[in-house]
């Protein structure tokens, strides 16, 4: 068994056969409708989900296993009375593999040294490997994992922009960011240089000639609300607009995790035109969760 904890983790050989078991579940998604029977994924919550909630779940359900959906406010852990240790050594004896989606990277990591089951981070402070493995499989279906240049705009100190920047270096894609030039949203020094990844205030010097255009949500789900506006303000000049995406490849394509807001980190017309794949992303999340689960189990 395997946990998954992030991209950085990942060799190149373990990001390729997850995304081709993924692709191979998808083509014929009924052969594998016996593969986790009799097993049950716990997904454990503390911040909010659609994707990886549905997605985990659903493909679960449709490789004949079960899926339990838990939040952290209803457990001893989440209250306080209990110790992440004793919560993996627990739950390892009932179920067969964890998810969790759990802002603090430190505590996924303690419960997978107490667990005797794979963990899958669905989302931490630091990573979100699932999102980006998802994406990888969407960019190879658009036919564009050769010599691809790919430019990520807006919030760069996040935890999609890590694991997008870990996975690209390992897959020889040429990632160029362009943010504000502030601690608050600059990716660290270290994960830059180890990644080599070009940083670029201008948004144009980062999406001329891109492939992909990638964005993210300006108020990720820790991000306290109030600040809303000023993060919006400091942001402004990192929007996905058609402008930007005029001076990107012909046949670029734009590309969003979601959950998106129009008209803050990308404008309607660019994610909901003829450019835009966020909506074969979502659906992949569900095709990449089946490999994610059968490649932690070792089933495959
Ligand atoms: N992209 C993503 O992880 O979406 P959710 O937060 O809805 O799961
Ligand atoms: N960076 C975002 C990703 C949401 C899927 C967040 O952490 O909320």
Not at 227 to 250: F, H, N, S
Not at 278 to 297: G, P, S, Y
Request: charged share 25%; glycine share 4%; proline share 3%.
């Amino acid at each position: 068994m395997r946990h998954l904890l992030s991209i950085e983790e990942l060799e190149k050989k373990d990001i390729l056969d997850i995304i081709n078991l993924a692709i191979k579940i998808k083509k014929k998604s009924k052969h594998y409708s016996k593969l986790m029977y009799e097993k049950s994924l716990l997904m454990i919550f503390e911040l909010p989900s659609l994707r990886t909630r549905i997605s985990f779940e659903t493909a679960m359900t449709q490789m004949g296993g079960h899926a339990i959906n838990y939040y952290t406010i209803h457990s001893p852990w989440g209250v306080g009375k209990e110790s992440i240790e004793d919560v993996g050594n627990v739950v390892s004896r009932y179920v067969n593999a964890v998810m969790t989606r759990i802002k603090d990277h430190n505590e996924i990591v303690k419960l997978a040294q107490n667990s005797q089951v794979p963990i899958i981070n669905g989302l931490s402070n630091k990573e979100h490997p699932c999102q980006i493995l998802g994406d990888l499989l969407t960019i190879y279906e658009k036919g564009k994992l050769k010599n691809l240049k790919l430019a990520y705009l807006g919030d760069a100190n996040n935890n999609v922009t890590y694991s997008l920047m870990h996975a690209c270096s390992k897959m020889g894609i040429q990632m160029s960011i362009a943010c504000p030039q502030t601690e608050e949203f600059l990716p660290s020094e270290d994960v830059i240089r180890k990644t080599k990844t070009k940083v670029f205030k201008n948004p144009g010097d980062a999406t001329r000639n891109a492939d992909v255009v990638y964005t993210d949500s300006w108020m990720s789900y820790s991000i306290p609300k109030k600040e809303k506006i000023r993060r919006t303000k400091a942001l402004k000049r990192y929007q996905v607009t058609k402008d930007l995406m005029g001076i990107t490849k012909k046949d670029s394509i734009f590309m969003h995790c979601l959950p998106a807001l129009r008209e803050h980190e990308v404008t309607k017309d660019v994610i909901d035109g003829s450019k835009s794949v966020v909506f074969d992303q979502a659906e992949n999340r569900m095709h990449i969760q089946k490999a994610i689960i059968t490649w932690c189990l070792g089933k495959l």
